[in-house]
T-cell receptor
Framework: ETGVTQTPRHLVMGMTNKKSLKCEQH?????MYWYKQSAKKPLELMFV???????ENNSVPSRFSPECPNSSHLFLHLHTLQPEDSALYLC???????????????FGPGTRLTVL | RKEVEQDPGPFNVPEGATVAFNCTYS??????FFWYRQDCRKEPKLLMS???SGNEDGRFTAQLNRASQYISLLIRDSKLSDSATYLC????????????FGRGTSLIVHP
């Protein structure tokens, strides 16, 4: 148990649906991340929040909309997705690192998303 | 040149073998380095941090070579349960302090 939880664990949605992924961390970390992992591809960083402020948006399409109401919770709102968005969506958190960097990341179990 | 590069493998080794993976990074100002392990359809989990002086944890040894800009992971006496994908992570690889993941190296340990 890493202290990072994600819900739902599995999600099937149509291209016209709107859904949200939720991530919660119980580790007292200040930074939270969304990653996408497609089959046989490396992890792709999507968004980074540090103390609730978005610090990175890695050219992610606007059909993905993150929300970070506090340092413990992170959401990813999904709307009008495409079949190629089907992937494992991983949330991670980390404490502050040296020189203002990001230290070790702890991952949630992920949400396996299928877009029909 | 990619920011963090790993040989994807797979590395197929028998139980008891010693296997080593390398990972190269492009930004000489990178600050910290990690190895993660990811099992099939699971999330990545921290295996070990990599320190300048090198570090060892049981059968696993990690080393950093700043001059040549690579880190390595050595696994001795491989077990079946070591079969997984090993991800190299570098903080500061892209010029920021955001962690950058390599593509991962697949290890298969067979009886």
């Amino acid at each position: 148990e890493t202290g990072v939880t994600q819900t739902p664990r599995h999600l099937v949605m149509g291209m016209t649906n709107k859904k949200s992924l939720k991530c919660e961390q119980h580790l007292g970390h200040n930074a939270m991340y969304w990653y996408k992992q497609s089959a046989k591809k490396p992890l792709e960083l999507m968004f980074v929040y540090n103390f609730k402020e978005q610090t990175e948006n890695n050219s992610v399409p606007s059909r993905f909309s993150p929300e970070c109401p506090n340092s413990s919770h992170l959401f990813l709102h999904l709307h009008t997705l495409q079949p190629e968005d089907s992937a494992l969506y991983l949330c991670a958190s980390s404490p502050p690192g040296g020189a203002g960097g990001h230290d070790t990341q702890y991952f949630g179990p992920g949400t396996r998303l299928t877009v029909l | 040149r990619k920011e963090v590069e790993q040989d994807p493998g797979p590395f197929n080794v028998p139980e008891g073998a010693t296997v080593a993976f390398n990972c190269t990074y492009s930004n000489s100002a990178s600050q910290s380095f990690f190895w993660y392990r990811q099992d099939c359809r699971k999330e990545p989990k921290l295996l070990m941090s990599v320190y300048s002086s090198g570090n060892e944890d049981g059968r696993f040894t990690a080393q950093l070579n700043r001059a040549s800009q690579y880190i390595s992971l050595l696994i001795r006496d491989s077990k079946l349960s070591d079969s997984a994908t090993y991800l190299c992570v570098v903080n500061g690889a892209g010029g920021s302090y955001i962690p950058t993941f390599g593509r991962g190296t697949s290890l298969i340990v067979h009886p």
